[in-house]
């Protein structure tokens, strides 16, 4: 099992320029997480998905859009860079079940410029 | 703000030492409390993490204290080695598995 995996590993962006971020999981898993990940602030929920079709706003949405087209892909789109979205981006899934290991991929890190 | 508050932003600590990282949090709706490694450029990877029912939960050298009432909770490293120095995050999540984290303990052990 690859477990989950991010495309692209690195990405550099004008203001302005749009893309999406690709998370893939090969674990079956329900939920589908997007955190952004900034110095001296931890991990921050961006959007995440309890199932295929369906998506949510987490605790920092804006600027960002998401969709859950097939259970194991979680796309994250950026319509309109902003050099305050220069972060790290992680994806993570679970079983389901919030008591679960929450099982996170690599990391893109985006420099907006 | 920050639901779940962190400290210290870092240690050090030497070879053979404890390290000890708190933690505490508002939402009485959080139910687990996970602690995740993170090394330099990797994701966050489950360490050990415990259920509001427990006040202790220990794995190897590595011990969650939990004080519901307090509304804290804490890590303890023992034995700390080299290759423990890493970050250190708590978080918090809810019954939809969305993790709020602390911000974050780096841990440097010395030989």
Known sequence: NAGVTQTPKFRVLKTGQSMTL???????????????????????????SVGEG???????PDG?????????????????AAPSQTSVYFCASII??????QFFGPGTRLTVL | QQQVKQSPQSLIVQKGG?????????????????????????GPALLIAIRPDVSEKKEGRFTISFNKSAKQFSLHIMDSQPGDSATY???????????????????????
């Open chain 1, 22 to 48: 690709l998370c893939a999981q090969d674990m079956n898993h329900e939920y589908m997480y997007w955190y952004r990940q900034d110095p001296g602030m931890g991990l921050r929920l961006i959007h995440y």
């Open chain 2, 89 to 111: 995050f708590c978080a918090a999540t809810d019954s939809w598995g969305k993790l709020q984290f602390g911000a974050g303990t780096q841990v440097v052990v010395t030989p």
């Open chain 2, 18 to 42: 404890i390290s000890i990282i708190n933690c505490a949090y508002e939402n009485t709706a959080f139910d687990y409390f996970p602690w995740y490694q993170q090394f330099p450029g990797k």
């Open chain 1, 64 to 80: 960002y859009n998401v969709s859950r087209l097939k259970k194991q892909n979680f796309l994250l789109g950026l319509e309109s």
């Open chain 1, 96 to 101: 389901g079940s919030s008591y679960n290991e």
């Open chain 1, 54 to 60: 369906t998506t949510a706003k987490g605790e920092v």
